[in-house]
């Protein structure tokens, strides 16, 4: 009956162990929570709610008694913070980084639209070519210069050329024969400007 007795008492031993080893762990789970509740409904959006939170977690972590959990959570709290940190700037960098495309979406398009109102107000002349024939003259009123695509079309349309023609700032381009148009602007032929694959006008000459 006494190694009975002995194994009865033996394992009775081992389960009181058990039974406070579990509790300990139970109580520091909730030690742990206790500490970490300000991180619960923090604003991760707002620097002063981390703050807060930290600091919190920093005041519960003076009520732990045991040193090396405190330590524990001490260096946990202080990797939540830092990894909130790091979730907020990572935010802030990308919504920055959306706001100056949308930016510079916006500018290129009302830059796009200045330049299309420029090339629609572009004034065009002739002047008699020492070679024989005309010379197309563009007139740039704008600030900017202007880039388009000019299509020239000869009488009835039977053959065209299309020039990428940038007009300057204030300035003037012409279009003649040294730039390839040999037919030298004869009354019926006409050209159009293109913006952006955009009809802007249709001009004939001499009216240019």
Known sequence: MK???GTRAFFALLSCFAFAACTAFQDSEK?????MQPFVSVDQGSLESLDDAYQNARI???EVRNEELRAQLSGIVDQKYQRLLAIKREAEQKAAAEA???AAEAEA??????VRQAVIDLEGGM???PVGGQVLQLRNGASFQVDFDLKCYTQDNSTFKTFFVSVPARGQREIGWLEGWTDNFKPGEHCEAYYQRELLWDRGVPEL
């Open 3 to 5: 190694p009975f007795r």
């Open 31 to 35: 030690i742990a929570d206790e500490v």
């Open 60 to 62: 519960r972590l003076t």
């Open 100 to 102: 100056a495309a949308r």
């Open 109 to 114: 398009r009302a830059q796009a639209a200045r």
């Open 127 to 129: 002047r008699t070519s």
